[in-house]
């Protein structure tokens, strides 16, 4: 009984040893060997470690210890790793081709292998010493898996077709990962829009955003409402939890505070939903811009009679109503130095080449004369109502008509004073033009305009102040330009040019905009 009872505490206690070990896999000694730190490594990034101590987690400069135990990496081959997870549609092209870009751009070699329907990798290679640089590992399934994955620790980029949802935001913060809105905490990679779609052989060429609401939650069933021939509307979308689909709910259905329908047939994949409205005389699909296919994009309509149809620069602009920013999101920890230098990469001008090539809308800033357009300045002496006069039109007009109009706008939240994602972003690019030198010796314009609800006066006024909020939060992001170099200004017209109706909630989120002028 005694050595049945000694080989017991003899198992356990070489049990809960190897328990221990298996915990505390490294331990860190500063080189004058006075402190020490023992715990389960979290991560290297080729500089600095990352651990799980007893403290808590702990950042090291890894210049100042030495490693010692079974999880220490190897110091002198070592390959940066990097998971990324989330939206196929960006991870079927877009972060395929700009890590390909980066190579390129960078003296590596990219090779790509493929694990399985979800799962792929690229090892980049070190073309001069033939060594393995790093490794971007791919799971590629949705928005929602991807902020998932992000929270349970197993992913160090999401790739997301929406902003992040404020229950995942707080379990991020609660994680330990920071603000997940924070501007070095997510960017806008590129642009998408959300689109509805008809077969080519369909006769209906425009809906409403209130239509198309009504459609997809089932109150509209035949094309004869439409406009169309007398037949049952077939109803095609992308999966639930993707983020294309759930914008769809943010920006059409949830403004008019609507249900989905539940007869809507689903699709994991962009292309293969554009193939079957194709294919289907009497199906209306929603799908992204970059992946419309051969199907017909039906141009969003309002009852004052203007029209946005989806296009490279109204998206661009964000005059297009829907337009869909493709996110990524990093968690507040140090990632290797390649993969900031990749993230640096996706900021440049060949980037925004090769997101261009790609299909996608790039951010590459393009100046717009009056006279390409369209008809904004006819259009907005058409709209005037009884409170925009005659002066503060021509005063529009003398002021604007020898400028240039960037694609670069801003708008901001709904019933906030706070910039949208994509403007934020945009605030960034600005700030580093500005720093770049690129706008020297001109003026930039900032100017507000405004939905036409409630007094012009009032609405003038609100739209200067939004003016001025964007100047100032792009003055405080270009740290080291020398803003003597250049004039930025600031101006408002209020409700004096819209682009689209005020009747819906997404035509006044387009209108209250501030657009940046160049001269």
Sequence with gaps: MLVKRAGLYVALFLFLTVQAAMAQDVTLTSRD???????????????????ETLYGELTVDGSGVLCDGPGCP????????????????????????????FALRNDYIPTRQVEDKTHFSYTLTDAQTKKRAAVFRFRVTNTNEGFADLLANEA????????????????????????????????????????PIVAPNNPVRD????????????KITNWSDLGGPDAPITLHGPALGTGLGQAIEDEVIAPMGLQLSPNIVRHDRGVELAMAVTSDAFALGVASFAEIGNAE????TGPCGRALRATRRSIKTEDYPLTAPMFVYLPARRLPKIAREFLAFTRGPTAQIVIRRAGFVDQAPEEIPVDEQGNRLANAIAAAGPEVSLNELQRMTATLAPMTRLTTSFRFEAGSVRLDAQSRSNVQQVARALEQGRYDARRLLFVGFSDGDGPAEINKGIALQRADAVRRAIVEAAETADLDQLALD????????PMACDGSAWGRQANRRVEVWVR
């Design 33 to 51: 060997g006075r402190v020490e730190l023992n715990g389960t490594l979290l991560g290297f990034d080729g500089e600095f470690y990352r651990i």
């Design 74 to 101: 190897n110091l002198d081959d070592y390959v940066a790793e990097l998971s990324i997870s989330g939206s196929a549609t960006m991870g079927a092209v877009l972060m395929p081709a700009l890590i390909e870009g």
């Design 156 to 195: 160090d980029m999401v790739m997301a077709l929406r902003e992040i949802r404020p229950d995942e935001q707080l379990r991020a913060e609660e994680a330990g990962m920071g603000d997940l809105t924070g501007e070095n905490r997510s960017r806008v990679l590129a642009l998408d829009a959300v689109v």
């Design 207 to 218: 809906i409403s955003p209130v239509d198309l609401a009504q459609a997809y939650a089932g």
């Design 297 to 300: 994009a039906l141009t969003l």
């Design 490 to 497: 600031i101006d408002a017209f209020g409700e004096a040019m």
